[in-house]
């Protein structure tokens, strides 16, 4: 049974139901704005991640020439980052992925596709080739994903191919330049001898080294470009002998450096008076060569493994799966997926461009960095040291390679903004 009242319109009766309705509409719409700002409040303390599993994956050479150096130790790093966050953000399981792009761009390229329209891959970090680098940063923007650039070196990744969800974490060609030949290029070491891999980086590398040599009123006696992976580095040697160079600056890296190290030695071209200068060398590569071959050479690191009191806690639990130290390289991929999840947590998503605005934002600390800055460009601010290989004699120990030299403060080493040509930045100081 349903009981109807009747009233008619303008009565006393008419009029109190009327008032009685405004007054509850008005009452329900206060609860409803009131449940809307307290949801906007607390929106970023809620979980707002609706993704099942957070993936990130760690591209680089697992395989070939570069795999010792980063490869799958730098998996592992990634993987010890997720594991000291908790294994979680937000409460969502992060998962760490591995993929291996053999040093092939246009492989790298369907590799970056694949993860993010399959996997769901939401960050990409490492890399290890400038190449496949660049291509996977214009994929990851045009996927809003975000991509840490640790191992390759174009300063172009933060230049004119910049991207609002990339960044380089450890150094570049600008920088490697710039440091290597301020330290070294004296009145004894004036005549440099460019022995450089032909890919990308290598280009990049002699354009920035040349640079900055006759900055500082050196000079390029010759410079050879050799294939990527090769095993006979003779003519390009022999070249480099008869400049009578005062610094042999190798512009390779992974086995081509260690390779052509050697051979240099063998031929005779690491004289008394030869320095070698390396802009991109690991402890790995050290170690292969002995502290024999290695005395004679300087170079820049992000990270040794005995700095500090901070560089040796994680050195030793990353010895305890890899059963050696880590490289710069790997140390450098935890530092960077450590950031990227602090980053997640910040932004409440796993949105590109929200999470790097979050890592900017944040100053970036860990073992192996002291309050660095995250540039609007995407570049790390992080201060390098320069080291020199340790005589046989002052070697304590198998990994005990290394002796630093000094600290080169980021701000004197990294390129301006200003001068870097990054489009979505344009006009920054």
Known sequence: MTLKIAVSRGTPGFRALRNLGRACLARLARSALFAISLFAFAGPTRAQLKEPTVRIAVMNDQTSVYSDDSGKGSVIAAQMAVDDFGGKVRGIPVEVLALD??????????????????????????IANTGVSLAVQEIAKNNDRVVVHVTSASAELYGKACSPTGAQWLYDTYSLAKGLASSLTDETHKKWFLLTVDYAFGHSMREEMTHEVQRLNGSITGSVRHPLNTSDFGSFLLQAQATNPDVLALLNAGNDTIVSLKQASEFGVLSGHVTVALPIFAITQVHAIGAKLSQNVVFMQGYYHDYDEASRAFAARFSEKMKRPPSQYQAAVYSAVNHYLKGVAAANSTNGIAVMKKMKEIPVNDFMTKDAKLREDGRLMRDMLIVEGKTPAESKGEWDLLKVKSMIPAASIIRPIKEGGCAYVQGAQ
Not at 114 to 126: E, L, M, N, R, T
Request: proline share 4%.
């Open 101 to 126: 792009h053999q040093n092939k761009p246009d492989l790298g390229a369907s590799l970056a596709r694949k993860a993010i329209d399959v996997d769901h891959v939401a960050a990409f970090f490492d």
